[in-house]
């Protein structure tokens, strides 16, 4: 169906050509901008070391990439310990992320860079403790045993690694029977004064005889806290009960000590309110409860390397805390008592326990909150017993952080990543790249009036080059073919570089085109470890798919380049990984081999350093010494270096090593040198027929 989204990407309205904007359920969570194109070919300019002058384009973006997202509701953890629903999420907002930092991965800080929407197909999983997940089939998680995807497939198209009961996510989880509690409802305030005056407070009433004789009463109620925000929270509720405070300073910073700042009121009628308001209710409610810890918490807790505790000596006060956490399940222990007869409930169960009680007490004082630089372990039980298919589609979100990551109700979340591309179009910073996709409906009808210009000179033309032509988005599109024959029809070289393994379908108008021009195919494949593949190229096809296309162009009778690019270094630069290669490609029946090493433009390196952040910390350090600055190829000493390793294996495995052909912006195949002759003649023939005419050479 058509839907009109232009207003919600302005930059679009620069292009004054949109035809409509396209949302289908076979592409869920994909948008198509379809355009009519002024132009087709675009000219690669005079500096560039590409063996070719001329590329098309027929989209911008590419719909390979994959979208992760989670139901709405799904519960994020905010970096200052608190919780908001995804749907609630802002762009800019800090959350948690996580960082590996030797042995162990910590919780740390990450922005929030995109948020975007689609609907699709879900899955409920449902864990060992409680904890219950909706999400995309796309989405991963952090297991024990890396990222894993929620479905997947051992072998084919969509072979990929996947939850499987028995899998233990990552994190400290969320289990169910949390009730809704608000901090805006009247009994949680109630519960959070109980909680924060008997416990830290000042509420008194007196009567003292004046020299005169006359009696004199004195009502007082003093609070003085060194954390603001627990001040203001409490001072806000008195006024929404209609008491109002006087703010001052109550005592000055010192070497040992923080300011403290304070509120009164000597009025007797505040005096009476705020007693009525802190009295024992008989039956407390579940958002009075809350609130009472959250104000307990504030005045007289504490939570330092992993240890939540609340101290007091008032019997009343420690029993309501007990009875408030056997309410919510929290485990807890009540500690002796000290000397002075103070004791300490302290709550058990490690960080799912805090997390529980933080999420329902919802305390103001955020410093005693934050979970940044704790590690990820957890004594939760976070076994994977059920993944669930829900009926039809639904609404799902997904957001882009700084460290590649998030907590989702409670466990490490994967997600998409954020390139910096589209920015012409005002495009965010998210995944627009893999998600808003430019199609140049009309392409191919441009191009072939190009093509038919007399000035046109037949130069070679190469697709793929910049997106790829056979991605998802063709299946729908079918703008190849028609480019194909225009650019066979008009005696013009071409090369394909793809990705993708749709290439097949158009195979045999391929093999027609090379009996009429110069046409050179080449697949890319950089990466021959499964898991890795998907990590770094998510959503494309398999590299066996790929390595099938080779082969099934072979069949066909056409040559076909692979080109083993990038090389990564310190991950797939080894020998035995490319000698693995090698091998495949071989048997695949490829004839030659383009490699290089990672090349890594300034659009892309911040994606890229993103994702390496992440997933191989240890390599940060190595990757920056070798592109530092603005340098995008890595120094010429690696360079050399691999070239000193791969050619003996290219030899080894009876591969010849590519060679840019200019004829067709491609890798020159036998297909080629065949068809060059024919195809020269053919343009000289024009050439003399179109001398007839003076501005035939034009």
């Known amino acids: 169906m058509g839907v009109d989204q232009a207003g919600t990407l302005p930059g679009l309205a620069r292009l004054n050509n949109l035809v409509r904007t396209v949302q289908t359920p076979e592409f869920a969570g994909m948008t198509f901008h379809e355009v009519l194109a002024k132009s087709a070919l675009n000219h690669v300019p005079g500096p560039s070391s590409m063996p070719f002058s001329w590329t098309v384009n027929p989209y911008r973006g590419c719909s390979h990439a994959c979208v992760y997202c989670l139901d709405p509701d799904t519960v994020i953890t905010m970096s200052d310990g608190r919780e908001k629903l995804l749907r609630d999420l802002e762009v800019g907002e800090e959350v948690i992320g996580t960082r590996v930092d030797g042995r162990y991965r910590r919780y740390t800080p990450a922005t929030v860079l995109a948020k975007w929407s689609t609907r699709k197909q879900a899955y409920r999983i449902t864990l060992a403790d409680g904890t219950a997940i909706i999400a995309s089939g796309d989405h991963r998680f952090l297991t024990e045993r890396g990222w894993k995807h929620v479905t997947g497939a051992m072998s084919g198209p969509g072979q990929r690694p996947y939850l499987t009961t028995g899998n233990s996510l990552m994190g400290f989880g969320r289990a169910g029977g949390r009730p809704e509690i608000s901090i805006d409802s009247d009994r949680y305030a109630m519960g959070y004064l109980a909680g924060m005056i008997r416990g830290d407070g000042l509420l008194f009433a007196r009567t003292y005889t004046r020299p005169s004789g006359t009696p004199n009463n004195v009502h007082q109620f003093r609070l003085a806290l060194a954390d603001p925000e627990a001040l203001v929270r409490t001072r806000a509720y008195l006024e929404r009960f209609g008491i109002t405070t006087k703010s001052f300073e109550f005592a000055p910073a010192s070497a040992t000590r923080r300011p403290m700042s304070a509120i009164r009121t000597a009025r007797r009628a505040d005096h009476e309110s705020i007693s009525r308001l802190i009295s024992w209710p008989q039956d407390p409610c579940d958002e009075w409860a809350a609130g009472y810890l959250g104000g307990i918490f504030d005045a007289e807790g504490s939570c330092s390397r992993g240890i939540l505790r609340i101290s007091n000596k008032d019997e009343a006060i420690l029993v309501a805390i007990e009875q408030a956490l056997v309410r919510f399940m929290v485990p807890f222990v009540r500690e002796k008592a000290n000397s002075i007869g103070v004791a300490n409930i302290r709550v058990t169960g490690g960080l799912p326990s805090r997390s529980a009680f933080f999420s329902i007490a919802q305390p103001a004082i955020t410093r005693k909150l934050a979970l940044v630089g704790a590690a990820i372990k957890s004594k939760a039980d976070l076994r994977v017993v059920s993944i669930e298919p829900l009926p039809g589609e639904r609404e799902l979100l997904d957001i882009t952080t700084s460290t590649g990551d998030f907590i989702a109700n409670g466990v490490v979340s994967h997600n998409c990543f954020a390139r910096p591309t589209h920015t012409y179009l005002d ?255 053919r343009r000289s023939a024009s050439r003399t027929e179109f001398a007839a005419t003076p501005d035939a050479l034009f």
């Open 427 to 681: 495009l965010d910073a998210g995944d627009d790249f893999d998600r808003q996709i430019i199609v140049k409906v009309n392409v191919a009808e441009v191009l072939a009036g190009e093509l038919a210009k007399r000035s046109w000179r037949h130069e070679p033309v190469a697709l793929g080059t910049n997106t790829d032509p056979y991605q998802r988005a063709e299946g729908r599109y079918r703008l190849m073919p028609g480019i194909i024959d225009a650019l066979a029809s008009s005696g013009t070289p071409f090369s394909i570089l793809t990705k993708g393994s749709l290439l097949r379908r158009d195979l045999p108008l391929i093999v027609e085109a090379a009996t009429q021009v110069p046409v050179d195919l080449a697949m890319s494949i950089a990466v021959y470890d499964d898991e890795l593949q998907q990590s770094i190229e998510p959503g494309t096809p398999s590299t066996k798919a790929r390595l099938a296309t080779v082969t099934a162009v072979r069949e066909a009778g056409l040559d076909c380049t692979v080109f083993l690019m990038p090389i990564l270094p310190y991950l797939t630069d080894t020998r035995a990984h490319l000698d693995e290669a090698l091998r495949q490609v071989k048997a695949s029946g490829a004839t030659s081999v383009v490699y290089s090493a990672l090349h890594l433009r300034q659009g892309v390196k911040p994606w890229f350093m993103q994702w390496l952040d992440r997933e191989h910390p240890e390599l940060v350090t190595k990757y920056r010494s070798m592109y530092y600055g603005q340098n995008a190829y890595a120094p010429k000493e690696y360079r050399k270096w691999l070239a000193a390793r791969v050619a003996p294996l290219l030899r080894a495995h009876g591969l010849a090593r590519g060679q840019e052909d200019p004829a067709t912006g491609g890798v020159r195949s036998a297909a080629t040198t065949a068809a060059m002759a024919g195809a020269a003649a």
